[in-house]
């Protein structure tokens, strides 16, 4: 399988990636998480990238289409994927396109998130990323068992710069602005499905799990 997950921001997309991916054997490409792990590393695209980044908007397209650009061309280009956070407007996916075209591929699915703003807010305030592996948890819906320590790896849960409310107003704005036509665009090719990301963590990937199952039957 080749899914595309798309939502808002704490729309939960990592967290339901990774678990879809462990649910059905496929390897978990997040653009974000990427980004994040650049600038822990201090590359010239961690560098590059931070001040958008920071200031909640989305880095440039040829940016992130030559990240993906690399990650699918040579030996290690991923086979079946989930890929989180890509591509987020209309340039990405097409650039996005032609990178599957080149690499013979087809994809299977794209989903959407769907979370409502209010809810998106609330959850920002108690996101909380471990600054070692990048796993997500949240203070209210998945507590770490050990408060302030990542339960993957036992490094510290910090928050995030991009998780304030003034910044994520502002990522809100910029997904309507951009990601939108992207939804359209994948609405048009018969390969867009949407579930509500409100709910428990289980519900939600049940409810994502059964999307694919009848994709998968028709
Ligand atoms: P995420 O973890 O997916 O919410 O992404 C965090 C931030 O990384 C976004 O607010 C953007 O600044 C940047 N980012 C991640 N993926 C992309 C993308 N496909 N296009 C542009 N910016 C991105």
Redesign the pocket.
Known sequence: MRLILLGP?ASG??TQSERLCQRLGLLHL????I?RDAIRQGTVLGRT?QP??DA????PDPL?NGVIEERFSGPHCPFRFLI??????LP?AESFDTILKHAGMQLDAVLLLNVNDQEVIERICGRRICGKCGHSHHLRYLPPKKSGICDVCGGNLEQRK?DSESVIRK?LETFRASTIPVINYYRQHHLFQEVSGVGNVDSVTDALLKVLDKESRS
């Not at 909640?56 to 880095?59: E, I, K, L, R, T």
């Open positions: 921001p997309k990592g997040s653009t974000g998480d980004l990238a958008y980044m909640g908007q989305y880095v992130i989180d956070g890509y591509p987020r407007t990405q991009d990522r």
